[in-house]
């Protein structure tokens, strides 16, 4: 079988999304779960995404009046249309006044199969919450015009370096299982600031293995250190001490934990400079987080050639 073989066929296998993208943003897709129970259109709707009873919206009667939401199809739901399990509806969000900068993302490299950037500091990967049309994603979904375009890897909105985007949706899930398999070296910097408790090396060269088990609950902003067999593993090098008592290390990540580095730094006395969730959330970050997803390397399953793309910013 091919990589992404079986992916490819079940998404052959999808209808075309009922409506086109809007400002390099997909429509959302809710498909109501089997052990659901059946209700109108319009109350289901507003059960499931509650955002869409904001005053400050577009009352969600209109829209349905207007033909805006509609099924798996093409066609109109009426907002007292009885669905149930199995049934999709879709629809545009309504966008927010969005601050987007002009400047075009930094382009490392492209070609037919992929697209890589130098993600900025505090650009989001995905649209969610608050960064929607200033996301990476949407954002090179308007300036490429490469509307199928998708993350293959994500980084945290506050970490900036290398980000790999898959171009053609027949070769996204052979890309995406490279980086769940761990076949992608993945190197960073961080600028750290060890308080008295460090538990790290400090000297030039030295090296440490952090093995932690990290848990993240879903709808909990960060994640926690637990009792457990590690589930988060990281290889760490001291490059040097950086202004004032500040600390540049490397870092090799071998799994991809929500907030891994971040943590995992953090809880041994050396929160990254600019952190602002570890120890504990703050209200306002101290500047943008010095951490830098530096390179990324594998061998291109789709070409089979050596793949490495190395990030133009410094972390200071």
């Known amino acids: 079988m091919t990589p992404g073989g079986r992916a490819a066929r ?10 086109l993208q809007r400002e390099g943003l997909d429509a959302v897709r809710w498909r109501i779960g089997q052990d659901a129970s ?6 289901r709707l507003r059960e499931r995404f509650p955002a869409l009873a904001d005053p400050a919206a577009t009352p969600l009667a209109d829209r349905f009046a ?5 099924d798996a199809h093409g066609r109109v739901w009426a907002a007292t249309d009885p669905v149930g399990p199995g049934d999709e509806l ?22 037919e199969h992929l697209l890589v950037i130098d993600k900025p500091h505090d650009v989001a990967t995905m649209p969610r919450g608050a960064h929607v049309l ?10 490429t015009g490469v509307a199928e375009l998708v993350p293959l890897h994500r980084l945290d909105r506050r970490t900036a370096g290398v980000l790999a985007f898959g ?34 090396p400090r000297g030039p060269g030295e090296r440490a293995v952090l093995e932690d088990r990290l848990l993240k609950e879903r709808g909990v902003l960060t994640a926690v250190v637990v009792p457990g067999t590690p589930n988060a593993l990281t290889e760490l090098e001291v490059l040097g001490p950086a202004d004032g008592a500040a600390l540049r ?11 891994q580095l971040r943590i995992q730094l953090s ?18 970050p101290d500047g943008p987080l010095r951490l830098l997803a530096r390179s990324l390397a594998f061998t291109d399953p789709i070409t089979g050639r050596t793949r490495e793309f190395h990030s133009h910013r410094t972390v200071r």
């Open 90 to 111: 879709w629809f545009h969000r309504e966008l927010r006044p969005e601050e987007v900068p002009a400047d075009p993302l930094p382009i490392l490299f492209r070609d």
């Open 267 to 284: 809880s041994r006395g050396a929160p990254i400079v600019g952190e602002d969730l570890y120890p504990v959330p703050q209200v306002e």
């Open 10 to 19: 079940r998404r052959a296998r999808r209808l075309p999304p009922p409506l």
């Open 38 to 43: 059946p209700g109108l259109a319009v109350h």
């Open 167 to 200: 171009i053609l949706p027949a070769e996204r899930s052979a890309y995406q299982e490279l980086f769940a398999r761990r076949e992608v070296d993945k190197r960073y910097e961080a600028l750290v600031r060890p308080g008295q408790d460090c538990a790290l």
């Open 134 to 143: 200033s996301s990476a994603l949407v954002r090179l979904r308007r300036e």
């Open 66 to 70: 207007a033909g805006e939401i509609v």
């Open 249 to 259: 290390l490397a870092l090799r990540p071998r799994t991809g934990r929500t907030h």
